[in-house]
């Protein structure tokens, strides 16, 4: 099975990392024991140079994986993947409709509906106190204390 191992350089929960990818070596393996487990392969992968990567895309699953590299031997290295599934299906939720409920990026904050209940944050209600003073009518009322209420 070919294999295309790279670098990455951005954090996890970025979806497209296209742009922080470096490398793009192919490589030839076979997965562990001949089982395939599609979500976190295990592959074993002959190699004369040194393997230096922590992430790669398998064609023949069509998914992006995390990557460990542990060496077994001189020339032999195992492959430990674990799928980012937010590389591998980003064009599948990239151009969804969806409501966001909570974001940590300051120039999506427009997109937000603040009126969708968050169980994080919790709504509350409150009421404004607020006392004027009506000049000289107020002050022929000396004793005494007086409330006038609008609404």
Known sequence: MTITAYTV?????????????????????????????????????????????????????????YVKVTVIRAGLYLLRCNCDVLMSFRGQFAHSRCTVRRTQNATERGNINEFVPDGDLPMFAYTEDCVHIFGSFADQWTSGAYVCTVG
């Open 9 to 65: 350089t951005c954090d996890n929960r970025i979806v497209n990392k296209t742009a922080y990818l470096t490398g793009g070596t192919e490589l030839s393996g076979e997965t562990r024991d001949n089982a395939i487990d599609v979500q976190s392969p295990d592959i074993l992968v002959t190699s004369a140079a040194p393997i230096n990567c922590n992430y790669a895309y398998i064609p023949h699953f069509g998914r992006y994986y």
